[in-house]
């Protein structure tokens, strides 16, 4: 997704072929702009449940109900800023990908976002085909996140030698059981 950088290089983001899935949450005391943002994300990703909020506590409760795979989060909002809200988000969903958005781009906050561990930082207004590339990039993040995790408990609690799950690996693994079954 390099394509906000040069967008002559490469070539056109493909975000249509995203089929895993997924919950967005976008935060914003902007209410309008809020539901801007996931109707643009809900047109490019089908297959994503873009939902608003329109205050940190109200994205909290909601991140509490049922998560996210991906926050976008407004800076400057009345009651909990963007930052206190992304430091308590990511200890209630620890795999979630972050995404701060400020029509004030500071480089101090940026710098700030990032080291409490948000995944990217756009300015408003955002340019639609690098907030794609930012919510591409950062439900992949997520989702490799989640299988990292789900593969570092595997390891841990000795789970099964042979990961995976495709058709293949499945069939493989019963053949190795039903062997050992007969010796």
């Known amino acids: 997704c390099e394509r906000e950088r040069n967008p002559m290089r490469l070539q056109p983001l493909n975000t249509m072929d995203w089929q895993e899935g997924g919950r967005i949450l976008v935060v914003d005391d902007e209410v309008d702009f809020a539901r801007g943002l996931c109707r643009l994300i809900s047109a490019e990703f089908p297959d994503v ?46 795999n979630m990908a972050a995404v701060v958005l400020t029509a004030y781009g500071a480089i101090e906050t940026a710098v700030e976002a990032v080291k409490l561990d948000a995944y990217d930082f756009l300015t408003k207004p955002v ?6 590339c930012v919510v591409l990039r950062g439900l992949e993040r997520s989702r490799l996140t989640r299988e990292n995790a789900r593969l570092r408990e595997l390891l841990e609690t000795g789970g099964p030698a042979l990961i995976g799950e495709s058709p293949s690996m499945v069939r493989l693994r019963s053949s190795a059981v039903s062997y050992t079954h007969l010796t």
């Open 49 to 94: 449940e873009c939902v608003c909020a329109a205050s940190g506590h109200e994205a909290l409760a909601e991140l509490s109900a049922r998560g996210a795979d991906l926050l976008i989060t407004d800076l400057r909002m009345p009651g909990m800023d963007g930052i206190s809200l992304l430091k308590r988000a990511l200890e209630l969903t620890p």
């Open 127 to 132: 340019e639609t085909s690098v907030l794609y």
